[in-house]
C-alpha cells in the first residue's frame, strides 16, 4: 500500500506539473482515450482497437504490415520466411537476439506454444484460427519447431497463403506470448489465462507498469528491446470520458494524443497551432445488426424494412465525420472485388409496406444496444427516431462494451449499433469471414468473435463460398466468389447492415513526432519522439 501510495502522490505532482507548464514531459507520452471496452490484455481472448493498440507495445509479432501501405509485409521477429512451393506451409527464420521482459529468450518454442495456446483456450480470437481451419485437435501437428530458431506452420487445407500471414500480422491473437513466464502462473490449467488478464509478458518495446481498468494503463520503455530503441520513457493512457475534457487538455498540453473525440470537438482543433489531426482509413465496418433469434427481426421483410429505415446519408454527412465514410458493403473498400455501393436509402412509405406484409401493420417494440459514447449512442437515437415513424418503438439500453457487445456475444439483444469486422488486412476475407460466415448456428458452437454466429444469421451457400474463396489461389476466380457472396448477401436482407467504414480520427500535439496511427489498429510508438520542453 506504501508503493502505491507513493506511486499517485507521484502521479498528482506529474499531473499538477503539466497543468503548471501547458505542456507534458518530454520524455513521457500522455495519451487520453476510452477504455470502456479494454476487459483483458490476454492476447487469446482481448477483443477490439484499443487493446490491439496497448498489446502492439507491449508483444511482437512474427512480421507486421508497413502502415503506409498494409500491401508491404515486414519483418518483425521473423527475419525471414518462405512459403512452401505445393503453397501449403510457410517456414519462418527467427531473430536469434530477442529477450523476453523476464530476460527469458524468444526461441521458436514460445511462437508455437503461443499459437497453440489460442486454440487450446478457445477463447474469442480462436475464431479467427478456426475459420482458416485450425482446431484445438489439430494445431499440434501443423505448427512445429524445425529448429531452435525455426519453425513451419502447415496448412489444415488448401488456403491462400496471403491470407495467413497478413492474420499473422494483423490479429491481436498472434503476439508472441512468454511461455515460461505464464506458465509459472497458470492455474487450474488454465494456460495462465487469469494472470495475462491483468498482466504481461511480451517482449515489446515498452512493459507494462500498472493497469487500473476503467481508468489508466502505464507502460516503461524497454531498455533491452531488440529493434529500434524507444525514446520515450514512459506512455501513460488515461481513460478520458468526455471529450470535451479531452479537447480543452489537448489544446493546453496536459496531454499529448487524444483518441476519440466527438466531431464538434474535433472540427474546433482543425487549423489549432499546436495540434495536428491525423485521419487513417481502417476496414472495420459500422453497422446495425438484427437478432434472428427474434422471431419477429428474422422475418425477411421485416429486416427489409429496417434496412430501408436507417438514414444512410444523414448518418454519414451529419454522425459520422472523422469516424467513418459511407459504405454499405461488408468487403472494405478499394479492393478488386467489392461491388459498387447498393445505395440502400430511406424509404418509410415502402417500409410501412414490408411491415404490413409481414403482419405487423401496428408495429411492434423492441430494444437497440449501443455504446454510451460517439457515434454509436447518436446512430441509435437517429434509428430509433426513423423506426418510430414506421410504428416500431425502440428502446435503447446504452452501456459499456461488455454491457452491449456481451450481450451479443450472448446472442441476448434485439438490435444493435455496432463496430466490427477484421478489416485490417487488404484481403477480402479479413471481413467477410468474421462478419458473415458462420458454419455452426448452434448454441454450444460459441463462435462468439463472428458477427454472423451472434447475429444467428446462416447462409449455406455464402459459408461454401467463403470457405472456397479463402482457398483459391486464381485472384480472378478468387474475386468473382466474393462478388456473389455480396449479390446473395444484398438478395438475402442479411442480418448486418453496414453504414460506415471505419476511420479513425487522432489528435497529435504538435511537438510529437513519429507518431503513425496504423491502419491495424496496432500502432507503434517505439518511433514516437518529442520535442523539448
Do not use: C
Not at 71 to 94: H, K, N, Q, R
Not at 408 to 430: K, L, Y
Amino acid at each position: 500500500m506504501g508503493t502505491y501510495i507513493k506511486y499517485m502522490v507521484g502521479l498528482v505532482m506529474l499531473l499538477l506539473t503539466t497543468v503548471a507548464y501547458s505542456n507534458t514531459p518530454s520524455d513521457q507520452l500522455i495519451i487520453a482515450l476510452k477504455m470502456n471496452n479494454i476487459l483483458s490484455l490476454d492476447p487469446a481472448a482481448a477483443t477490439g482497437n484499443d487493446i490491439a493498440f496497448v498489446n502492439a507495445n507491449l508483444y511482437d509479432t512474427l512480421i507486421e504490415l508497413d502502415p503506409r501501405d498494409p500491401t508491404i509485409i515486414l519483418p518483425a521477429i521473423a527475419s525471414d520466411w518462405e512459403v512452401a512451393d505445393d503453397g501449403m506451409s510457410i517456414t519462418f527464420i527467427l531473430n536469434d537476439n530477442i529477450n523476453f521482459h523476464s530476460g527469458n529468450p524468444l526461441t521458436a518454442d514460445d511462437v508455437v506454444w503461443t499459437l497453440e495456446r489460442v486454440l487450446r483456450l478457445n477463447l474469442a480470437l480462436a475464431t479467427t484460427w478456426k475459420a482458416l481451419g485450425y482446431t484445438h485437435e489439430n494445431i499440434s501437428d501443423l505448427v512445429s519447431q524445425v529448429g531452435e530458431y525455426e519453425l513451419e506452420l502447415k496448412f489444415p487445407r488448401e488456403l491462400d497463403p496471403k491470407l495467413v500471414i497478413y492474420t499473422l500480422a494483423t490479429s491481436p491473437s498472434a503476439f508472441i506470448i512468454d511461455k515460461q513466464r505464464v506458465l509459472e502462473h497458470e492455474q487450474n490449467g488454465d494456460l495462465g489465462h487469469r494472470w495475462l488478464t491483468t498482466n504481461s509478458a511480451g517482449s515489446g518495446a515498452f512493459t507494462l507498469d500498472q493497469w487500473i481498468p476503467h481508468d489508466r494503463i502505464i507502460m516503461t520503455r524497454n531498455n533491452q528491446y531488440w529493434g529500434e530503441q524507444p525514446s520515450l520513457e514512459r506512455v501513460v493512457m488515461r481513460n478520458l470520458k468526455e471529450s470535451q475534457t479531452m479537447r480543452l487538455m489537448i489544446e493546453r498540453g496536459d496531454i499529448d494524443v487524444a483518441i476519440g473525440m466527438s466531431v464538434p470537438d474535433i472540427r474546433s482543433l482543425e487549423g489549432a497551432e499546436n495540434v495536428d489531426i491525423q485521419t487513417t482509413p481502417r476496414g472495420t465496418l459500422y453497422y446495425v445488426a438484427v437478432s434472428m433469434h427474434n422471431d419477429i427481426l428474422a422475418n425477411k421483410e421485416v429486416r427489409k424494412a429496417i434496412r430501408g429505415t436507417i438514414n444512410y446519408d444523414g448518418i454519414n454527412n451529419s454522425i459520422m465525420p472523422y469516424y467513418g465514410i459511407f459504405h454499405q458493403r461488408p468487403i472494405k473498400l478499394g479492393l478488386p472485388a467489392t461491388l459498387p455501393e447498393p445505395m440502400y436509402s430511406v424509404s418509410t412509405e415502402k417500409a410501412r409496406e414490408l411491415l404490413r406484409s409481414a403482419g405487423y401493420e401496428n408495429g411492434f417494440t423492441t430494444t437497440i444496444r449501443a455504446l454510451n459514447e460517439s457515434p454509436f449512442i447518436n446512430v441509435a437515437i437517429n434509428l430509433q427516431n426513423n423506426l418510430e415513424r414506421i410504428g416500431i418503438n425502440a428502446e435503447i439500453i446504452s452501456g459499456t462494451g461488455n454491457q452491449v457487445y456481451g450481450a451479443m456475444r450472448d446472442r441476448r439483444f434485439d438490435i444493435i449499433v455496432g463496430r466490427g469486422g477484421g478489416g485490417f488486412a487488404p484481403h477480402p476475407d479479413s471481413n467477410l469471414t468474421p462478419l458473415l460466415l458462420n458454419p455452426d448456428n448452434s448454441d454450444a458452437a460459441k463462435l462468439t468473435n463472428f458477427q454472423g454466429w451472434r447475429t444467428g444469421y446462416q447462409n449455406d451457400r455464402i459459408n461454401e463460398l467463403i470457405t472456397s474463396a479463402v482457398s483459391e489461389s486464381d485472384s480472378a476466380i478468387q474475386n468473382s466468389l466474393y462478388e456473389e457472396v455480396q449479390t446473395i448477401y444484398d438478395q438475402d436482407v442479411g442480418a448486418l447492415f453496414p453504414f460506415s467504414q471505419m476511420v479513425n480520427t487522432v489528435a497529435v500535439r504538435s511537438e510529437v513526432e513519429g507518431y503513425l496511427d496504423d491502419p491495424a489498429a496496432m500502432t507503434r510508438l517505439r518511433s514516437v519522439t518529442k520535442r523539448g520542453e
